[in-house]
């Protein structure tokens, strides 16, 4: 149930419980007032009557009637009074308003329908319903209307922080007012500039290291080339190479954090041939299955290092067999290993940060190029464990941009 609709019930809710307290208000006020002014009528006629019976002139009064109410008898018979009752009979008849008094060994009395007062007291009854409907289904749409003002600045404000998170560090509430949603977006506002700073502060600490970093793993390798053959030099070596890669990919990184700095240089190229180059690139030992092969317009060199960087891991982390699937406009890496940990599969890749290695399971600079090589391309990278055991990382290619030809000849 969303806050729209909480506020217009709350409202609702409201405005019928005011509506209902004061219908039940007027209502006892007025069936009170009535009861008064009926019983001061015929208590009124009533002494009238008692004057004109003791003068010997015909009152109308009923004199001894057995119908008189018990209660009103015991009432006027015990002391010389006079008194009311309102008798309400048994059945669908109407109330009857009853005044009597002893007037020697008499009761004189009088009786009244009290059918017009109860008539009254329903219509008003009645009127007050309509009124209380009306100011329910008005305080709901007055609730739907202000709720849907704040709805559309929270939502605006979620909305805004959700883009922040995905990435979009430029974005930017813009707050209305001073209330408590004004607020709560300028501390929107105020953490988007602080993690903007960080993250480029870190950006540019990385690439600053990674820079003052080439020059000497460039003399490293130069240095390497020229010591002589023997395992000592292959282990030196190794370790050159590695580094040497590190501090490359460390700078890819620094380089895809920088909006616009990346750009695409798209051609029309068949999916299968990148998937064959990539299993190459990744030093073999692959099996390409093209099921539904397609051209696209992309970057060939960045699927290939998406590719390349997903057959490594997979190799590094998983286990064989590796296959790669050409579906469409989609590409599926998979391997049957111990899986992706649980904090790949809900926050997605981390850089510098590395699974359980006695599980077999690491993440660290090349998933996180492969999700910035993604988003350069338009594309979308997406981590599964199967039901069968393994890893499955799927790139699509964004299908609107597909042709399907008929597959290529001995495929």
Known sequence: MGLRTKTALVIAGTAAIVATLIGLL?????????RRSATHSIDAQL???VSAYVSGTDSGALINPPDLPPALRKTVTGRPVRATLLQHPAG???PVLWAATRTGHDILALRRSYAPQTRALADLDRVLLGSGATVTALGCALGVLAAAGVGRRITASARTAQRIADGDLTDRVRPKGKDEIARLGAAVNTMADALSARLEAERRVTADIAHELRTPVAGLVTAVGLLPPGRPT???SGGVDTLRNLVEDVLEVARLDVPGVEQAQREEIRLSDLAHRAAALSGGDVDVHVHDDAVVATDPRRVERILTN???NARRHGAPPLTLEVTGTSLQVCDHGPGFPADLLAQGPQRFRTGARERGVGIGLGLTIVTGQAHVLGATVTYENPPSGGARAVLDLAPGRADSPPPAPGR
Not at 26 to 34: K, L, S
């Open 92 to 94: 669908s008849a109407a």
């Open 26 to 34: 007027v209502h006892q006020r007025t069936a009170a007032e009535q």
């Open 234 to 236: 292959e282990l030196v």
């Open 310 to 312: 997903l057959l490594t």
């Open 47 to 49: 002494v009238d009557v």
